[in-house]
């Protein structure tokens, strides 16, 4: 008996030892888990969009951030600024200028730090001001007031727009597979692991998205492995009005252009930015 009894414990022993290893391990490097950065530079032509100049935004502790810009055709038209996700670089969602630039709207494109080929490393608080930079530099452009300045985030990049949509409420918000936080959707990944307690970069968009002045929009797939849709429906509930939310039957996390996003976001921009002028 004593001998089962010491077996049994040291199995115990050695089982927390290995989920202390595992915890420590996950919170060491959960910054390289959480990022999925494309460190290469990407090119506008190559992309599919040469009609997009190559500029540089300058982050407020000076990082040279690599971004695309696409003018709007006529200075009343409105300007989006995008916050992509989180795999990849802006090249992977140059596909999304042809609804800005079929709509006649402006467009900029931008990487975070760490991303296509910018210094730094990405974290919450430099992906803000990474945001910040995009901003002043779309205000910076002849024409653009923020009256018609929309922001639109995805996926990761929808916890960086509501975030400068917090601070500085544009004409509206666009958020595109958008999550409640970081843990919500860690603990989805890793339910063994105290989740909660351990993330550092949180992105906690369900606490702020009912203080943020400005309509909203958000759009979802049904079928999103990656971000439940019950977040997005979770977002819309604690929105203030104007708030409108479309959920795409059979849509993925990334495929929602697929199924009209675009053209609904722009016929929605259209429509919202129209009555703030006549208001």
Known sequence: MTILLNTILWALVAVLVMYAGAVAYMYLRQRALLYAPTTTQPDPAAAGV???????????????????????????????????????????????????????????????????????????????????????????????????????????????????????????????????????????????????????????TLAKIGRIRCPVFLLHGEDDDLVPVEMARALYAKASEPKRLHVYPGALHANLYDYGAGERIAAWVDEVTRRRESA
């Open 50 to 204: 040469p009609d997009m100049r190559v500029v540089t935004l300058t982050a407020e502790d000076g990082l040279a951030l690599n971004a695309w810009w696409l003018p709007p055709a006529a200075p009343e038209r409105p300007v989006v600024l995008y916050c992509h996700g989180n795999a990849g670089n802006l090249a992977d969602c140059a596909f999304k200028a042809a609804a800005c630039r079929e709509a006649g709207m402006g467009l900029l494109l931008f990487d975070y730090r760490g991303y296509g080929g910018n210094p730094g490393s990405p974290t919450e608080q430099g992906l803000y001001a990474d945001a910040r930079a995009a901003r002043r530099f779309v205000l910076a452009q002849e024409g653009v007031v923020e009256d018609r300045l929309v922001i639109h985030g995805e996926s990761l990049g929808s916890g960086v727009a509501a975030q400068l949509a917090l601070e500085h409420p544009p004409a509206a918000l666009v958020l595109e597979a958008a999550f409640v936080s970081i843990p919500a959707v860690g603990k989805r990944q890793y339910p063994w692991l105290p989740v909660h307690r351990l993330t550092r970069d949180r992105f906690e």
